[in-house]
């Protein structure tokens, strides 16, 4: 077989590239269409993987032929009839080149082992590329050298972990795929369809916190925020397995070390901080302990870090242990770009690089935030959405508005001691609603209020074993 070069790298060096073994996945399918199957489906393999161009059109044509509402046989007169009527004949090399190309397979049945050797050349041209694109950004100085590495990283990321991502989607493919997904949860029983918040009543309004979503919780001070958010890390780590990053800009990793031992010990966490633990107690803190150092949660407690880095952090986190759930505690914490001219466009620029995140590792993301004081000019001082604090981009950007509320705050003869609710006041795809929990200040830890009596205490209960 003649092996025509026709593009370069920069360098006058010919990119990687195996012709051999393109010629022999294509040659593969001419004389087993079967085999094509295979490669889309187990390889996900497609026609810019490959670097000749004839080879590229001549792999486009058994695609089309095998996609027709009736699909029509592949072999050499099919394919060649197909690229004559596209005006791609002659480019794709001729008859006599497609005729030719089941002669260079040796052994058809290491199709997919050629198809892999195609695929690997294809990630190394556009590794290639990548840093190509990146030498070029740095050598025109384009942008803050902070937002050059983030752009860097996550054009490498991109490389190995989102090949063809960015492609349109027909409704077909989108919808072959939301059934299988859907067929399975139905035939597996599976209860929710994200990850679980470990609250039984708002796992019901919200199905779990589905991958891609910004979910924005929002309260006043005191309410419980960072609890409630560590208290979720915890279920959905414990309980259901799922890898969790925590990003906190507010408490150090000792303390919150220290809550997660509280809550799993169930232990008074103001004993537990100043090491007034009964030597009884202590079995359970080891317990709890070993529990906690098994769970898939990872901590960074950087109080200067900002957007770029935490969508850095989290893309390695992901690559090595497949998250399952980011948190960051909280938004207002976050470093500002400082390019950006004010305090609103600032947080929206932070809300929509959390949104990115979401989608991009397709991932749900929690971001805490902080509500505006005009809450308590009202009777009562309930949350409402114009109340999330110096951008109502942030409101936009997220797809799950949660407040917290607990009445006992402004009221103390409230009845309600020891409760607190959760407002869900968007749900972009789902109904809103509020949920009650058992708030057990002491540990600090929120529960689900069905189950907080009897074998539990009651709301308002601070007891140190429960």
């Known amino acids: 077989m003649s092996v025509s070069v026709t593009r370069e790298a920069g360098n006058g060096s010919v990119p990687p590239q195996n012709i051999e073994a393109e010629a ?6 001419l004389l087993t269409e079967q085999a094509l199957d295979g490669l889309l489906v187990d390889v996900g393999l497609r026609p810019e993987h490959f670097y000749r161009p004839r080879h590229t059109l001549i792999f486009r044509a058994m695609m089309r032929l095998k996609e027709k509402a009736e699909p029509e046989a592949v072999d050499a007169l099919t394919v060649c009839d197909d690229l004559e009527r596209t005006g791609e004949l002659e480019e794709a090399g001729g008859t006599d080149y497609v005729h030719s190309l089941p002669t260079e397979v040796i052994a058809a049945g290491n199709v997919q082992h050629y198809a892999r050797i195609v695929k690997q050349h294809a990630m190394r041209r556009r590794l290639l590329t990548t840093a190509r694109e990146i030498q070029e950004q740095v050598f025109s100085h384009a942008g803050d050298a902070h937002a050059l590495v983030e752009e860097a990283e996550k054009a490498l990321f991109q490389v190995g972990h989102e090949e063809g991502s960015g492609e349109m989607k027909s409704l077909e493919d989108v919808l072959d795929v939301e059934v299988d997904r859907l067929e399975k949860i139905s035939r597996e029983g599976i209860e929710f369809t994200g990850t679980p918040s470990g609250f039984r009543d708002l796992d019901d309004i919200t199905g779990g916190f589905q991958a891609g979503n910004l979910i924005v919780v929002a309260a006043r001070p005191a309410m419980g925020k960072s609890a409630f958010v560590t208290n979720i890390a915890e279920n959905a780590a414990l309980d259901h397995g799922k890898a969790v990053a925590l990003f906190s800009l507010e408490m150090a990793e000792a303390e919150l070390a220290q809550r997660f031992l509280a809550s799993q010990a169930k232990l008074n966490g103001k004993d537990l901080r100043r090491g007034q633990v009964k030597a009884d107690r202590w079995p359970k803190v080891m317990q709890a302990s070993d529990r906690l150092s098994k769970a898939p949660i990872y901590i960074d407690d950087s109080s200067d870090i900002g957007v770029l880095e935490i969508r850095a952090k989290a893309r390695r986190l992901h690559a090595k242990h497949g998250l ?143």
């Open 24 to 29: 022999s996945v294509l040659g593969s399918i």
């Open 324 to 466: 399952g759930l980011l948190i960051v505690d909280y938004l207002q914490l976050l470093r500002a770009d400082p390019s950006a001219d004010s305090r609103v466009e600032q947080v929206g620029q932070m809300s929509r690089g959390l949104k990115i995140l979401a989608r991009e590792l397709e991932i749900p993301v929690i971001a805490v935030s902080q509500l505006s004081r005009a809450v308590e000019s009202r009777n009562p001082p309930k949350p409402m959405l114009s109340d999330l604090r110096e951008s109502g981009q942030i409101e936009q950007d997220s797809d799950v508005v949660m407040f917290l509320y607990r009445e006992e705050y402004y009221d103390d003869e409230s009845e309600r001691q020891g409760e607190a609710d959760v407002i869900v006041a968007k749900h972009r795809n789902g109904p809103v609603g509020e949920v009650a929990l058992a708030f057990l200040n002491q540990h600090p830890k929120f529960v689900n209020l069905a189950r907080s009596a009897p074998g539990g205490p009651p709301p308002g209960s601070n007891g140190s074993d429960w």
